[in-house]
């Protein structure tokens, strides 16, 4: 398993919360997903054989956020 923490621009309320947070846990291979919304920071648990960094990127990206 590996972790990482993304910095993620965009995000202001608790719906961005639960949109990130739910969408990235559909993909397979993640384990979990915490977003930390004062600071900007998504932190999250997956299985690099099964999920890409990049395909985590995407899904955040295309909930309309800005992923650094």
Known sequence: MEKK?????GMSCNHCVN????????LAGVTEVKV???????????DSNKVSLEKIKE???DQGYDVA
Do not use: Y
């Open 5 to 9: 923490t993304l910095m993620v621009k």
């Open 19 to 26: 949109a990130i947070e739910g969408n990235v846990c559909k």
């Open 36 to 46: 930390n919304l004062s600071e900007g920071k998504v932190d999250v648990t997956f």
């Open 59 to 61: 899904t955040i990206d």
